[in-house]
Antibody, heavy 119, light 106 residues
Framework: QVQLQESGPGLVKPSETLSLMCAVS?????????WGWIRQPPGKGLEWIGS???????YYNPSLESRITVSLDMSKNQFSLRLSSVTAADTAVYYC????????????WGQGALVTVSS | DIQMTQSPSTLSASVGDRVTITCRAS??????LAWYQQQPGKAPKLLIY???SLQSGVPSRFSGSGSGTEFTLTISSLQPDDFATYYC????????FGGGTKVEIK
């Protein structure tokens, strides 16, 4: 059974960097899947942030690309998100998810982690 | 950027009703479309991928159709667990979600 679990600070100050980890069990991140991040501001819709392949190749939402880094940690079977220069507009529930193939659908999701940007 | 527009934004229905939700893409996405169901406070759940393929474990009352720029999600007989918000996702170019359709109790 594939499970994903997000972790990280729930509160980040404006202009600082948001960092989240996603621990994966039941599926090796070295296998042929993409691993992605999606966010959802309170009461709003879903926004794809970026994804990474097991090879380490990444692709990012063009609207966020200048601020995003997604990386893998094969030794811990987890992947991470870093979003720099955050503002209140980055307040959201952040989900990590497994993506079936190149830029495809997300079949397994984490439960989500609320990150609030506030001083 | 490919924009995804869902309609309606809210839909009131009763148990047993046939429900249809529409998703339109700003340009052709072939069949690269998925549908998700999200219950309050929960992560989205994949229902349909590649426009019409049913994800394993999803009840057969859910079906998807369409190609190009217009797509539909149909629930043939609405059940109590189906009152939720539904999102479409295009994955032809990067990934974009629709704004969502809330299915509420009439």
């Amino acid at each position: 059974q594939v499970q994903l679990q997000e972790s990280g600070p729930g509160l980040v100050k404006p202009s600082e960097t948001l960092s989240l980890m996603c621990a994966v069990s039941g599926s090796a991140i070295s296998s042929a899947f993409y691993w992605g991040w999606i966010r959802q501001p309170p009461g709003k819709g879903l926004e794809w942030i970026g994804s990474i392949y097991h090879s380490g190749s990444t692709y990012y939402n063009p609207s966020l690309e200048s601020r995003i880094t997604v990386s893998l940690d094969m030794s811990k079977n987890q992947f991470s998100l870093r979003l720099s220069s955050v503002t209140a507009a980055d307040t959201a529930v952040y989900y990590c998810a497994r993506q079936v193939g190149d830029g495809a659908q997300f079949d397994y999701w984490g439960q989500g982690a609320l990150v609030t940007v506030s001083s | 950027d490919i924009q995804m527009t869902q309609s309606p934004s809210t839909l009131s229905a009763s148990v047993g009703d046939r429900v249809t939700i529409t998703c339109r893409a700003s340009q052709s996405i072939s069949s690269w479309l998925a549908w998700y169901q999200q219950q309050p406070g929960k992560a989205p759940k994949l229902l349909i991928y590649q426009a019409s393929s049913l994800q394993s474990g999803v009840p057969s009352r859910f079906s998807g159709s369409g190609s190009g720029t217009e797509f539909t999600l149909t629930i043939s007989s609405l059940q109590p667990d189906d009152f939720a918000t539904y999102y479409c996702q295009q994955y032809n170019t990067y990934s974009t979600f629709g704004g969502g359709t809330k299915v509420e109790i009439k």
